[in-house]
């Protein structure tokens, strides 16, 4: 029931026009037990009349009641097309509200949720998930309201014609609501299993379709589609399992209505030939009969829907529920114009309370240097940069950006100031103009072009069918990694923040391009960036002014590249290490081909 | 105005540019206070959505690629009349885009794709697209058409009537 309260929070504010809706289903329901009521004056007054009747009265009479029935079913008809009409508006427009809320919900949760969630999980939360709650508020939970008004509605007509035949009409429902609990206690648990199901069947397609390019060149796509038969197969038993319990419920139900509408007819036969009850009153009793018992088979049918929406509801307000990790302070402030200057004050850090992935950094950065970080991988150079950009909060200890503590200040205002250029470049569906100023929608064609100069993307850009309009097909499809790499350098020059981070921005780009990136550095300093670059690359450690070696979470060595390229110590052991590695994958190569 | 810069990394005062064309019938450049004109094509950088104006004078290669960017001018009305014409007369053998005023009917083809029977401002006409991706919108007002020889239909979405309307929602 929870789950429905929650639900109705997302009509509120379409409570006029469900109340308009809810009226005009009385209004349909009402109507539409008027023609089996008007069985009784066909049977008693004109087709079987218990007292004379002259049979020109009757025709008249008979002429009537085919009036009244075809206008009742004309108005039912108009009305029933228009509460179609407008419980299909209704449904959508619920359903937007809810995608809305939930999509917006998650952009406000911090990297450690995506970072544990499956993106085809997700997917079929805010797609499919939301849509079965859509209509299941809007379909169901009316039908169920319009259904125990037809239940009342009814019983209290056939009280007025037979008080015991009614009651006989009530004996099954002990029976029904002891089955409806028993598989409702099993529909929930095999509901909230399917969904899971279908959520990994998502979520292995969806790798399938993004590693296309991993599947195919590793000869994987039989291993692949058996991981999918398998997802699959899952969801398809669980389905079967569902419908045996539905399959089951259904005409167990059916059979105990059956043998109740036996014993109404053969009680009510034999009323009718004691003369105890008009022939007239016992054929609106069998046609109200099976009206009085279509909402009991409906409601229970919505009860085993319930188990199913429940299952949905959770899983949709599990994401609505999920707090954001990192909050604005209540306290928080704007972070004004900065110059730039980072300080790590003894931070430590761990992803899982457990096992600290920095431990006691201190490190300040001046405004406009250019700081290298070098380390093997896991040593937490990354985290660093996440740490920084506020993704995370330190476990111990504080950052500060001018002398801002980062928890102090609001963090759309300090992601303003901070610029990320990353290994796996991220490009959107669209222009490669509209990718350039993505940070900056509303940026001139001048500034979107000095930007694309600037990260040496302009001369490839401008090779390309329709410039800067060229369409970029998902993920930048169609540019190579260098390409896409400019591109989102482009951006970040746009953006022009104080702070620019390069995390292993080169690590997968030809040599121009990384000569354009190590030029678009030196000339990010030239105007007084902060940058830090976050690279195994040598090449890009000689542009720095100075370098941080990081192992096992702790800065290790610290100073100009020379320096420490000098002292022999952690970071020339580490290039020394590289490059043997090098030198055996070469070999490797060699023997594998 | 930004600027308008002319190759190798000088900016130049756009009153110093004028364009010509030579006896071959080749649109070239010329820089006042230099010796050698550069032969030079104009290329938009918003071909589809952005300011007119705003062009490039490349020197083109020999396979049509571009090979170096001489010159970047923020609006080229500004130049001589004589230079405004050639550029226009270049733009227009480039970027002339046909504008579909409504779409009559598209019918899928086996082996083709899709026949679309269109108005345009240049009367009727029919072309085939191979797939669904040859038709994309730029933007709410701006949608593409790439046919399978590569000519493109400029489409203005809330320019049709509804029918053409619902139909190009089928395909973008």
């Not at chain 1, 308009?20 to 009402?30: W, Y």
């Amino acid at each position: 029931m929870k789950t429905i309260i929650r639900l109705l929070v997302f009509c509120r504010p379409y409570k006029l026009y469900i109340v308009l809706i809810f009226l005009g289903s009385l209004f349909s329901t009402l109507l539409s037990l008027i023609p089996t009521y008007l069985m009784k004056p066909l049977t008693d007054r004109v087709l079987a009349p218990s007292q004379p009747t002259s049979v020109q009265d009757r025709i008249v009479m008979l002429h009537l009641l085919i009036i009244s029935l075809i206008v009742v079913q004309v108005i039912n008809t108009v009305v029933g097309s228009l509460l179609a009409y407008h419980k299909g508006r209704l449904s959508e427009k619920i359903g937007l509200n809810l995608r809305q809320t939930a999509c917006a919900h998650l952009q406000t949760l911090s990297l450690k949720y995506y970072q544990r969630e499956t993106v085809g999980g997700l997917y079929s939360r805010i797609l499919h998930d939301t849509a079965n709650l859509q209509f299941f508020i809007t379909s169901e939970v009316l039908d169920f309201f319009m259904d125990m008004v037809m239940f009342f509605g009814i019983g209290a007509v056939l009280f007025s014609l037979e008080g015991r035949l009614t009651l006989l009409l009530l004996l099954p429902m002990p029976l029904i609501v002891i089955l409806a609990n028993i598989f409702g206690d099993k529909m929930i648990i095999t509901y909230r299993k399917l969904y899971q199901k279908m959520a990994n069947l998502s979520s292995v397609l969806f790798n399938i379709i993004k590693g296309a390019i991993i599947v195919k060149t590793n000869t994987a796509e039989e291993r692949e589609l058996a991981r999918f038969e398998k997802a699959s197969t899952d969801v398809f038993n669980e389905r079967l399992y569902n419908s045996k319990l539905h399959f089951l419920f259904s005409p167990s139900m059916g059979f105990i209505l059956f043998l109740c509408g036996i014993m109404i007819r053969w009680y009510g036969g034999w009323k009718v030939i004691r003369g105890e009850l008009s022939l007239g009153d016992m054929m609106v009793f069998i046609g109200y009969m099976w009206q009085f018992y279509g909402p009991i088979t409906e409601m229970n049918s919505i009860y085993m829907r319930y188990q199913s929406t429940k299952a949905v509801g959770e899983r949709v307000f599990s994401v609505l529920d999920t707090e954001p990790e990192i909050k604005d302070d209540p306290n928080a402030i704007e972070l004004p114009n900065i110059n730039g200057s980072i300080k790590f004050d003894a931070v430590t850090f761990s992803y899982d309370g457990k096992k600290n992935i920095l431990q006691d950094i201190n490190l300040e950065i001046k405004p406009g240097e250019v700081l290298g970080v070098m380390g093997p991988s896991g040593a937490g150079k990354t985290s660093l940069i996440h740490l920084l950009c506020r993704l995370y909060d330190p476990t111990c200890g504080s950052i500060y950006i001018d002398g801002h503590e980062l928890r102090k200040v609001k963090m759309a205002s300090l992601l303003k100031h901070i610029g990320i250029v990353l290994q796996d470049t991220i490009l959107f569906s669209g222009t490669i103009s509209e990718n350039i100023a993505y940070a900056r929608p509303d940026a001139s064609s001048i500034e979107i072009i000095l930007a694309a100069r600037a990260a040496g993307a302009h001369d490839f850009i401008m090779n390309l069918p329709d410039a800067y309009d060229t369409i970029l097909g998902e993920g930048g499809a169609g540019l190579s990694g260098g390409e896409k790499q400019r591109i989102s350098i482009a951006r970040v020059l746009l953006k022009n923040p104080k702070i620019i981070i390069f995390d292993e921005a080169t690590s997968a780009v030809d040599l121009t391009t990384e000569e354009m990136i190590q030029a678009a550095i030196e000339k990010m300093k030239k105007e007084g960036h902060t940058v830090i670059t976050i690279s195994h690359k040598l090449s890009m450690m000689q542009i720095t002014d100075r370098l941080i070696f990081i192992e096992n979470g702790q800065i290790i060595e610290c100073g100009t590249y020379e320096s420490l390229n000098r002292a022999g110590g952690a970071l020339n052991r580490f290039l020394i290490e590289k490059k043997e590695e090098k030198t055996k994958e070469r070999s490797l190569d060699f023997y594998v081909l | 105005m930004f600027f308008d810069s002319v190759g190798e990394g000088k900016f130049l005062d756009i009153d110093k540019i004028s364009l010509y064309r030579d006896v071959s019938g080749v649109l070239k450049l010329k820089i006042e206070g230099t010796t050698e004109d550069y032969p030079v094509k104009p290329v938009r950088y918003f071909p589809l959505t952005g300011d007119e104006h705003y062009l490039g004078l490349f020197i083109i290669e020999p396979d049509g690629k571009i090979k170096k960017e001489t010159a970047f001018i923020t609006d080229f009305k500004r130049l001589d009349e004589n230079s405004i014409k050639l550029i226009e007369e270049e733009l227009a053998k480039s970027y002339s885009l046909m504008e579909i005023k409504k779409i009559i009917s598209v019918k899928q083809i086996a082996r083709i794709g899709f026949r679309w029977y269109v108005k345009t401002d240049n009367g009727e006409r029919t072309f085939d697209v191979a797939n669904q991706q040859d038709i994309y919108m730029i933007s709410p007002t701006i949608v593409i058409a790439k046919d399978t020889e590569g000519n493109k239909y400029k489409i203005d979405p809330i320019k049709l009537d509804s029918n053409s309307r619902s139909i190009l929602e089928i395909y973008v």
